[in-house]
C-alpha cells in the first residue's frame, strides 16, 4: 500500500486565515503581526495582558535515544494537540523551529509528519519569520563592536588571546570551526584565531528562549561574557555597549509564532536552541502564553531524554517556573529492535526477541524520567510493519517499569488517531498525581550537577576531567556562578559518549573536553567527548536533491 509523502499531505491542507486560529485562543486580530495569510507573531502587549490568566496543563513529550529507524517525536508532539482538541479540550502546540543547517544536511524537516503536521511547512523549515536572521545578525554585531573596540585603542584591555565569543552562521560547515581573523595588515586589525559555530548553538538563541521580555532579554545579553582581560577578569557585553542594539535587532523575533496543525488547531513554532550543545526547548515566552491561553499545552524537548528532558527539568522548568504534569515517551516498535541488534533493512521482519532486547533503552528513560517526580506514559508511535506480537512485547514491558504503553496512530490517522494516547494524558494531568522537582538543588557544587546528571541519568561510573576544568568550575564559583544548572553537550545517539553503544549502558565513563559560562542564558555548558558546535555536512548532503521544479514547488526537502 502506497501513502503520500509528508510534503503531499502538507499541500493538500485546508488552512484557514491565521487571525480564525488566533481566535481560538482569544487573540484579537490587531495583536497578531501577520506574515502572509498562515503565520503571524502574537504581540508582546497581548502577551502582557495574560499573564496573570490561570494557566493549563502542561505536557512534555520526549523520546527514547534515537535510532535511523526514527521514532516521531514532533510527528506524536502535533498528534496528541490534535487528539486533546477532538476530545473537547483547548490544547496548543508548542514546538521549536527548524535550523537550516540539518535541513540541508541529513536531519530533514522538523514540522511532524504523515497526518500530524504543523502547517505551512515548506515556510516552518526554510526562513520563517526571520527569527534566526535576527539571531545570527545580533550576534554578528556583537562580533565586530568586539573586534572593533580593540582595533580603536582596546579600552578594556581585553586579551586578543582570550576573545572566548566565537562568530555564528546557520548552515553546517565544517571549515569555519576554527578561523584566523583581522589577516590582512594594520587596517584590518590584529590578527587572532576565532571560529564558528552554528546558530542554534548561539548564547543569544538560548538567552532569547528563555527570556520572559525585552527588558529580561536586554539584561541577559549585556550578561554575556565576550572576553577576558589580560588580568584575566571577564569583558560582558554591556562592556562593549552592545546589548542595546542587539535587543532591537531581536524585538521582533521575541515575539512568538503562531501557526496550525493540519486540523487548523493553534501551534506556537519559537526557538530553536540544539538540544546536545543547548537546552533544546521551545522558547519559554511561547510556553508560558500557550499555557494562559489554553487547558493543555503540548511541547517537545529535543532529542532523546536524556538530553532534551533532562534539561527541560533541570534548566526551563527551572529557570521559568514551570512544572509538568505528565511526560509522554515517544518509542517505536523498529526503535526497539534496532537497540536490540536488528541492522536497518531487517526491521521490516517480525522479531519479538529483538525487540524485547532493546527495551532496556526504553526503561531507563522510563526510570530517569520517574526520578523527576513527574508520571510517564509511553507512546509507541505506530508503523504498519508493526505486529500485534511486537507492539504486545513493549506494552507488557512498559508495565514491569509502572508505566503504561498506548499505541498512538496519529502518522495515518491524525488526531482521531491519538485519541487514546490523549485520553490516558487526560487522566493523568487531572490526576494531580505529578510531584515535579529537578535531579539537584541550585546550591550543589558546579561539578557535583555533572556528576549527579552522569550518574543518575547517564548511569555512568565516573566523569573524567583534568584539573584545569575542575578549577575552571571553581574559580566561576568564586565569582557567583556556581548556582547555575549545567547544559550537557553530549551524543544524542548514546547514554555514554559514544554515539555506537545502543541500549542501556553501564561502567562507563564521561570525559569532559571543556566547559564554557554562558552568564547571559544562566547555565555552564559541559562539552563531553567528540560533540561539535559547528556540524559538517555528510558526504551525500540533502541539498544535492532539494531544487523546484516546474510547478515552482519546493522538492526534496522532505
Not at 505 to 512: A, D
Amino acid at each position: 500500500m502506497s501513502y503520500k509523502s509528508d510534503i503531499e499531505i502538507a499541500r493538500e491542507a485546508q488552512k484557514k486565515p491565521i487571525q480564525e486560529i488566533g481566535a481560538k485562543l482569544g487573540i484579537p486580530s490587531d495583536h497578531l503581526l501577520p506574515y502572509g495569510h498562515d503565520k503571524a507573531k502574537v504581540s508582546q502587549d497581548f502577551i502582557d495582558s495574560v499573564e496573570g490568566n490561570k494557566t493549563g496543563k502542561l505536557i512534555l513529550v520526549t523520546a527514547i535515544n534515537p535510532t535511523p529507524a526514527g521514532e516521531g517525536k514532533t510527528t506524536t508532539t502535533v498528534g496528541l494537540g490534535d487528539g486533546l482538541n477532538r476530545l473537547g479540550k483547548k490544547a496548543t502546540v508548542c514546538i521549536r523551529e527548524a535550523s537550516l543547517g540539518p535541513n540541508f544536511g541529513m536531519k530533514g524537516g522538523a514540522a511532524g509528519g504523515g497526518r500530524a503536521q504543523v502547517v505551512p511547512m515548506e515556510d516552518m523549515n526554510l526562513h520563517f519569520t526571520g527569527d534566526f536572521h535576527a539571531i545570527t545578525s545580533a550576534h554578528s554585531l556583537l562580533s565586530a563592536m568586539i573586534d572593533n573596540h580593540i582595533y580603536w585603542g582596546n579600552e578594556q584591555d581585553i586579551d586578543v588571546r582570550r576573545v572566548v565569543w566565537r562568530r555564528v552562521v546557520d548552515m553546517n560547515d565544517r571549515a569555519l570551526r576554527q578561523i584566523n581573523v583581522s589577516l590582512g595588515g594594520v587596517a584590518n586589525g590584529f590578527p587572532r584565531e576565532g571560529g564558528f559555530d552554528i546558530t542554534v548553538a548561539s548564547e543569544v538563541m538560548a538567552i532569547l528562549c528563555l527570556s520572559k521580555n525585552l527588558k529580561d532579554l536586554e539584561e541577559r545579553l549585556g550578561a554575556m561574557i565576550v572576553a577576558y582581560r589580560r588580568d584575566k577578569t571577564p569583558v560582558f557585553c554591556r562592556d562593549i555597549k552592545a546589548e542595546g542594539a542587539m535587543t532591537v535587532l531581536l524585538k521582533d523575533a521575541m515575539q512568538p509564532n503562531l501557526v496550525q496543525t493540519l486540523e487548523n488547531n493553534p501551534a506556537f513554532v519559537h526557538g530553536g536552541p540544539f538540544a546536545n550543545i543547548a537546552h533544546g526547548c521551545n522558547s519559554v515566552i511561547a510556553t508560558n502564553t500557550a499555557l494562559r491561553l489554553s487547558d493543555y499545552v503540548v511541547t517537545e524537548a529535543g532529542f532523546g531524554a536524556d538530553l532534551g528532558a533532562e534539561k527541560f527539568m533541570n534548566i526551563k522548568c527551572r529557570k521559568a517556573g514551570l512544572a509538568p504534569d505528565c511526560v509522554v515517551l515517544v518509542a517505536t516498535v523498529r526503535a526497539m529492535k534496532m537497540n536490540g541488534g536488528v541492522a536497518k533493512a531487517d526491521l521490516g521482519a517480525e522479531n519479538v526477541e529483538a525487540v524485547e532486547e532493546g527495551c532496556a533503552n526504553l526503561g531507563r528513560h522510563i526510570g530517569n524520567l520517574k526520578s523527576f517526580g513527574v508520571p510517564v506514559v509511553v507512546a509507541i508511535n505506530h508503523f504498519v510493519t508493526d505486529t500485534d506480537a511486537e507492539i504486545a512485547a513493549v506494552k507488557a514491558y512498559v508495565e514491569t517499569q509502572g508505566s503504561e504503553a498506548v499505541l498512538s496512530r496519529h502518522w495515518e490517522y491524525g488526531g482521531e488517531g491519538a485519541e487514546a494516547l490523549a485520553q490516558k494524558v487526560i487522566e493523568i494531568a487531572e490526576s494531580g498525581a505529578s510531584q515535579f522537582a529537578p535531579l539537584y538543588r541550585d546550591e550543589l557544587p558546579l561539578f557535583d550537577k555533572i556528576e549527579r546528571i552522569a550518574k543518575s541519568i547517564y548511569r555512568a561510573d565516573e566523569v573524567l576531567a583534568d584539573a584545569k576544568i575542575r578549577n575552571q568550575l571553581k574559580d566561576w564559583e568564586a565569582q557567583g556562578y556556581g548556582n547555575l544548572p549545567v547544559c550537557m553537550a553530549k551524543t544524542q545517539y548514546s547514554f555514554t559518549t559514544d554515539p555506537n553503544r545502543r541500549g542501556a549502558p553501564t561502567g562507563h565513563s564521561v570525559p569532559i573536553r571543556e566547559v564554557r559560562l554562558s552568564a547571559g542564558a544562566g547555565f555552564v555548558v559541559v562539552v563531553c567527548g567528540e560533540i561539535m558546535t559547528m556540524p559538517g555536512l555528510p558526504s551525500r548532503p540533502a541539498a544535492e536533491n532539494i531544487r523546484l521544479n516546474d510547478a515552482g514547488q519546493i522538492e526534496g526537502l522532505f
